[in-house]
């Protein structure tokens, strides 16, 4: 899997797009993490070499019920550090942290869904001054080590009260429901419960209760989930999540 930069599109000015670049971290004997690199956001990355690791094997999951509070560090996440952030446990919670501007992070699950509804309490833990963030929860996640392209759909709000659903296919990210502001959204550091639905070609996301954005996409029907998180000023962010459940929609 991969960092990519993201841009926030419809409500920010374009930015360059960012994948890690970092040295891969074994997990245990089977799973390893990926890297990332500079892009630009219509063009892939061609000139770059992939760091030499095997792909965490794939683990189909058709009896979809997982839940986790984080106070096992071995729970089954992904935990590393790179050139421009950091994943894992920390004091019963699990961390993306973003280091770079206009940079962003996830770390995986390593296994394989394909219908699924997650829910999660986040927050933004630290971020810049004006909230400036993106953060939340990923389905469908496909990632190919050999290419280095994140694919896979983010339902994310942001530390100003905004959300979006966004879907990467070969490393490119095309919101499909663009920045949008809501009240429903908490600011700065205050907690927001997350629910994101994939079910079929449906995307829904719940915020804090409320039935917030949905869509349709059949680009992807099945993938790993993950937790996301992104900064888009200068300076590191850090995003929090707990409680994490999932189930069949």
């Given amino acids: 899997m991969l960092f990519y930069s993201a841009n926030h599109l419809a409500r920010r000015p374009l930015m360059r797009m960012r994948m ?4 891969p971290l074994v997990i245990f004997v089977l ?3 990926s890297a990332c690199q500079i892009m630009d956001p219509v063009v892939r990355r061609t000139a770059t ?9 794939r683990v189909y999951t058709t009896a979809v019920k997982l839940f986790d509070d984080f106070s096992d560090p071995a729970s089954g996440w992904e935990i590393g550090e790179y050139d421009i ?3 894992g446990y920390d004091m019963g919670e699990y961390f993306i942290r973003a280091e770079e501007d206009n940079g962003y992070i996830w770390g995986q699950r390593f296994e394989w869904y394909g219908d699924v509804s997650i829910e999660v309490t986040a927050r933004q833990a630290s971020g810049p001054d004006n909230n400036d963030t ?4 990923m389905c469908r996640v496909n990632y190919d080590p050999e290419v280095g392209d994140l694919e896979g759909y983010t339902f994310l709000v942001a530390g100003d009260g905004y959300y979006a659903i966004t879907r990467y296919s070969a490393g490119n990210g095309e919101h499909l429901v663009g920045w949008t502001k809501s009240e429903t959204v908490r600011q700065g550091n ?3 419960e997350l629910q994101a639905i994939c079910a079929g070609d449906q995307l829904t996301f719940y915020v804090n209760g409320v ?3 949905d869509t349709r996409d059949d680009t992807f029907s099945s993938g790993d989930v993950a937790f996301f998180g992104a900064t888009y000023e200068p300076g590191a962010a850090e995003f929090r999540f707990d409680n994490f459940s999932l189930t069949s929609p």
């Fill in 134 to 137: 993106g953060y939340g929860v």
């Fill in 211 to 213: 039935r917030i954005a």
């Fill in 190 to 192: 205050a907690t927001n």
């Fill in 85 to 87: 952030g950091s994943v």
């Fill in 20 to 23: 890690r670049v970092g040295i």
């Fill in 31 to 33: 799973f390893v993490v």
């Fill in 49 to 57: 070499p992939v760091p030499d690791y095997e792909p965490a094997p």
